[in-house]
C-alpha cells in the first residue's frame, strides 16, 4: 500500500513543476517590461480599470500576454462575464468582450 502511495505522488509530481516554472516565467516577462518601461505597475492598472468598470465585480487573476504586452482582466456584471484587455504599457483597455 505505501508503494501504491509513493507511486501516486510521484506521478502527480510532473504535473505542478510545469505550471510553477510557467507562473514564473510569466512574472519575469512582466518584470523585464516595467524595467524596460514597457509596462506600467498592475496594481496601477488595477485601480485605473475598475474604476472605468462601474457596477462590475472585479475577479482578480489578470493574465498577461507579452506578445501583444496586454493584460486580461476578468469582472461580472448581472451575471455575465466581462473580458477586458489592457494595454499593459498605457494602461488604457483595448476590448471588452461586453462590447
Same mark, same amino acid.
Given at each position: 500500500?505505501?508503494?501504491g502511495v509513493a507511486a501516486? &505522488?510521484?506521478a502527480a509530481l *510532473? %504535473?505542478?513543476? *510545469? %505550471?510553477?516554472a510557467q507562473q514564473r516565467s510569466e512574472q519575469d516577462m512582466v518584470f523585464q517590461n516595467r524595467q524596460q518601461g514597457r509596462a506600467m505597475p498592475l496594481r496601477q492598472?488595477?485601480?485605473? %480599470?475598475v &474604476? +472605468?468598470?462601474r457596477g462590475a465585480d472585479y475577479?482578480?487573476? *489578470?493574465?498577461y500576454f507579452e506578445s501583444s504586452n496586454t493584460y486580461r482582466m476578468t469582472f461580472m456584471r448581472n451575471? +455575465? %462575464?466581462i473580458r477586458v484587455d489592457v494595454d499593459a504599457g498605457s494602461g488604457?483597455?483595448?476590448d471588452r468582450s461586453d462590447r
Open positions: 500500500m505505501g508503494i501516486a &505522488t510521484a *510532473p %504535473v505542478y513543476a *510545469p %505550471v510553477h492598472i488595477e485601480r485605473r %480599470v &474604476t +472605468q468598470m475577479l482578480g487573476n *489578470p493574465i451575471g +455575465q %462575464v488604457r483597455i483595448r
